[in-house]
């Protein structure tokens, strides 16, 4: 059976793992290798090599390399590297490199890079570089970078860059940038600028910018702008500005701006302000016609 033994010192430490027990760290600087056990407290300083294992409390600080496996309580920081394994608690602060993988609670803070995989929970804050994959739930933060992977639950807020893909429920807040991808349900709100992707389902709310497109189903409201193309579907609400292409079906809702260009199948509504071109397919189409003008309206 293994013995818990108090080490102040590097040589008092090899002496601990040498005899296969584990080793207390209290106050002390240690270098951890060898599938080595460790358990950290009150300000200790551990470097873990070769599948060693280090429990650290209280504002310990732990770099992990080699499939190390760290559980971080206590506000201590965790650098993790080489396929390590980190399980932050407690105000933790983790940076995870190569392919890490991070389950962040109680408000611990997460830079994730190099395919590194994270789950935070219970308000915790991502930021995810390198293809990182990302679950958030509990009101997390997420910032996404470089083709990440975020899945937001619980009224998460993700920011999302560089071509990252996002599923957001549970009126998640998303603002997605550079092309990336964002599927959103569950009164989900997102905000979408440069080229970016949008599924909206289930009562969400967008707002596009910079030709975005936009998927609108299950009477999600969408805002769109600047040549954005939205199709809508389900009841959905589409106000389109700034030369926007709308293709409307099931019952929804457009209202038109600004030279926008709408086709209109089944029994929909639109309004009109500004010129812009209109096609519609079937004749129970509402137009209401608020002073602006239309131009090339065909049956």
Do not use: H, P
Not at 9 to 15: G, I, M, N, R, Y
Not at 210 to 228: H, T
């Amino acid at each position: 059976m293994q013995k818990r033994v108090k080490v102040s010192s590097q040589k008092e430490f090899d002496a601990v793992v040498a005899a296969g027990d584990i080793a207390i760290c209290i106050n002390c600087s240690v270098e951890a290798r060898g599938n080595s056990s460790v358990e950290a407290y009150g300000n200790s300083s551990v470097e873990a090599y070769g599948n060693s294992r280090v429990v650290a409390w209280e504002n310990s600080r732990v770099e992990a390399r080699e499939n190390s496996r760290v559980e971080a309580r206590g506000n201590s920081s965790v650098e993790a590297w080489g396929n390590s394994s980190v399980e932050a608690r407690g105000n933790s602060s983790v940076e995870a490199y190569g392919n890490s993988s991070v389950e962040a609670y109680e408000n611990s803070s997460v830079e994730a890079y190099g395919n590194s995989r994270v789950v935070a929970w219970e308000n915790s804050s991502v930021e995810a570089r390198g293809n990182s994959s990302v679950e958030a739930y509990g009101n997390s933060s997420v910032e996404a970078w470089g083709n990440s992977s975020v899945e937001a639950r619980g009224n998460s807020s993700v920011e999302a860059y560089g071509n990252s893909s996002v599923e957001a429920y549970e009126n998640s807040s998303v603002e997605a940038w550079g092309n990336s991808s964002v599927e959103a349900w569950g009164n989900s709100s997102v905000e979408a600028w440069g080229n970016s992707s949008v599924e909206a389902r289930g009562n969400s709310s967008v707002e596009a910018y910079e030709n975005s497109s936009v998927e609108a189903r299950g009477n999600s409201s969408v805002e769109a702008y600047g040549n954005s193309s939205v199709e809508a579907y389900g009841n959905s609400s589409v106000e389109a500005w700034g030369n926007s292409s709308v293709e409307a079906r099931g019952n929804s809702r457009v209202v038109a701006w600004e030279n926008s260009f709408v086709r209109l199948f089944f029994g929909l509504k639109i309004q009109i302000f500004g010129a812009f071109v209109m096609r519609y397919k079937s004749s129970k189409c509402v137009i209401e016609n608020d002073g602006g003008t239309i131009v090339d309206a065909k049956e």
